[in-house]
């Protein structure tokens, strides 16, 4: 055979290998990308996010392109040929295709990257409704980017009553905390009574008594109305959203007009949500505690409860000094594992 023919020959087999190297390469470059999940904190949250980067095919350390076949040290390719040499165009580890720091698949990238993904929030070991990651009532929106939702202590995403476990049982007696895990045990020293509420109709339908005692304290409904505890201040503070006092009493606007209501209002799962805010009969009005009231300024790009979007001509929700910002969109994404966005802001652990 004449030494044209063979160099012809030889030419020919380098690019079958060549377009078989760089269809290996490509083809398995997304299948490479891999699901990890990611569970810590003090909340013991579970995170799940979705994270890639240099794969098993064509990242030049991968199965393909390393191995007997064009490494360079394998039976083809001798680490100076034309096809699989290291140095080559396809599966070299710093080529276009395949090389883990590329477009795609990169876990730096445009795709994958893991920050839109939803996390998975418990409140005090256990995952409600609006800390699942499930659309639960259907609306397409889930957890806080559910306008219903206030936090993962929260069993309830087409409503605003809370439903969990001991949640506010004898309000025409004692309150505490509505946001926390518990409320209605008084261990978060926040104390209230409907009792002293004067709104008509009653929000839990309880006798105005203004010159009461609340059980359990020495407080009278003028004394809980203008002090509280330091402690609630502490412990029910930051999970109060923005526009609402501790007892579950808050400001939700609706076309421009805003309603003060009780979250809680009705038996069973509630009849209060954003849709229904205007009706009475549905989310009964109250009067809100100035001793533990969370305001909410809109102009000052605070986000109120029932927003789930920030005011216009805001870029990041306003929260205290040394709060990290969240967009309520990414479903706690944006914040720490174990924190929660509320209100547009990172807040830490429940316990």
């Known amino acids: 055979m004449s030494a044209l023919a063979t160099a012809i020959l030889l030419l020919g087999g380098c690019s079958s290998d060549d377009t078989a190297s760089s269809g290996s390469g490509s083809g398995s470059e997304t299948a490479a990308d ?20 240099d794969g098993d095919t064509g990242d030049g350390d ?10 360079g040290d394998g ?3 001798d680490g100076d040929g034309d096809t699989g040499d290291g140095d080559g165009d396809t599966g070299d580890g710093d080529g276009d295709t395949g090389d883990g720091d590329g477009d795609t698949g990169d876990g730096d990238g445009d795709t994958g990257g893991g920050n839109n993904e939803c ?6 070991g256990k995952v409600y409704e609006c800390g ?16 219903n939702c206030w936090g993962p202590c929260d069993n309830n995403e087409a409503g605003f009553k809370g439903n969990i476990p001991g949640q506010n049982q004898a309000p ?15 261990n978060d020293k926040c104390h209230w009574s409907h009792k002293c509420d004067p709104s008509d109709p009653n929000p839990s339908g309880c006798n105005y008594t203004p010159n009461g005692n609340i059980p359990g304290t020495n407080l009278t409904c003028e004394t809980a109305q203008d002090s509280q505890d330091p402690v609630c201040a502490e412990v029910c503070g930051p999970l109060t959203p923005n526009g609402c006092d501790c007892f579950g009493c808050c400001d ?14 009705g038996g069973g799962n509630g009849t209060c949500s954003v849709d229904v805010v205007d009706d009475p009969t549905k989310c009964a009005p109250c009067m809100q505690v100035e001793a533990c009231l969370n305001p909410c300024d809109a102009d000052d790009c605070e986000l109120c409860i029932g927003e789930v979007e920030l005011p216009d001509g805001c870029d990041e929700a306003k929260c205290d000094e040394g709060v990290e910002s969240c967009d309520p969109q990414n ?9 929660s966005c509320i209100s547009g802001c990172c807040i830490g652990a429940l316990q």
């Open 132 to 147: 699942d990651c499930i659309d639960n009532d259907g609306d397409g929106f889930i957890d806080v980017a559910d306008a």
């Open 252 to 265: 939700i606007a609706k076309d421009g007009v805003n309603y003060t209501v009780f979250l809680g209002t």
């Open 62 to 71: 991968g199965d393909t392109g390393d191995g007997d076949t064009g490494d």
């Open 75 to 77: 039976d083809t390719g």
């Open 34 to 53: 891999s699901t990890t999940t990611d569970s810590s904190s003090s909340n013991s949250s579970t995170a799940s996010t979705t994270t890639t980067g």
């Open 119 to 124: 996390v998975v929030t418990e409140c005090s």
């Open 172 to 186: 025409c007696t004692h309150m505490d905390c509505y946001f926390d895990q518990d409320s209605g045990s008084g």
């Open 331 to 339: 479903n706690n994404a944006d914040c720490p594992l174990g924190m």
